[in-house]
């Protein structure tokens, strides 16, 4: 099983954003879309064998983390209005329950942040992507069939308190290589990796 863990610093736990403005209404959930569309989707196909979780962090108030499997999805289009009228959608939806609450299948939703993720990833290895890190292609532990979970930040990249949340849980640091990326980037450079290992 492939993760991948979108942190959304700014991101808004909230429905009410446009889709003719995504970027300044919603706390740039098109990044995270972006990443979505790039970690969950294949030409004309979506990855069965992964996960993808939006941590929406932007509001004090209220977070949120939006769950989109791909062994389940149905219907989900490459364009970012279309994902960002799922996302909408499911933030539509009340959590009325612990965990994740199913929106249609495929797309679940809770409330909370990274503590309701950490549940889901009790079984992953867990690699945080940053420049500067050992280089992915030189990682000889990372196992292409294991179940892996990658946590890439927003455009603002992951706070060193979210980066310290992951390392105590054994997070390995991993670079796609040395330039800063675009998050969606990074997400495509790890899943070609593992598609390439995967054979
Ligand atoms: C647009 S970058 C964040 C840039 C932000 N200004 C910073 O300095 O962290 C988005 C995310 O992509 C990941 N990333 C960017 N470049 C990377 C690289 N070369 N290797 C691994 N991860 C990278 C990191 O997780 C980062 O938080």
Not at 5 to 27: M, N, Q
Request: a neutral charge; proline letters at 6%; one cysteine or more.
């Amino acid at each position: 099983m492939r993760r991948f863990v979108l942190v959304g610093e700014k991101a808004r736990a909230s429905a009410d954003f446009l889709l003719v403005d995504i970027p300044s209404t919603s706390g740039r959930l098109d990044v995270l879309l972006r990443a979505l569309r790039a970690g969950l989707l294949v030409s004309h196909g979506v990855r069965t064998d992964t996960l993808v979780y939006l941590l929406l962090l932007g509001d004090p108030e209220r977070k949120r983390t939006l769950r989109i499997e791909g062994a389940a999805a149905r219907y989900l289009r490459p364009d970012e209005r279309s994902l960002a009228t799922t996302a909408k959608k499911a933030l539509n939806t009340p959590c009325d329950q612990a965990g994740f609450t199913p929106v249609r299948p495929g797309i679940a939703v809770a409330d909370g942040g990274i503590d309701v993720l950490l549940p889901e990833l009790a079984g992953s290895a867990l690699y945080l992507l940053e420049p500067n890190a050992p280089d992915i292609r030189a990682c000889s532990q990372l196992d292409a069939a294991a179940d892996n979970a990658f946590i890439v930040g927003d455009h603002l990249g992951l706070t060193e308190p979210v980066r310290q949340v992951f390392f105590a849980l054994g997070a390995q640091p991993i670079s796609v290589g040395p330039r800063a990326l675009h998050s969606e980037d990074v997400i495509a450079i790890v899943a070609n990796e593992l598609d390439r290992r995967s054979g």
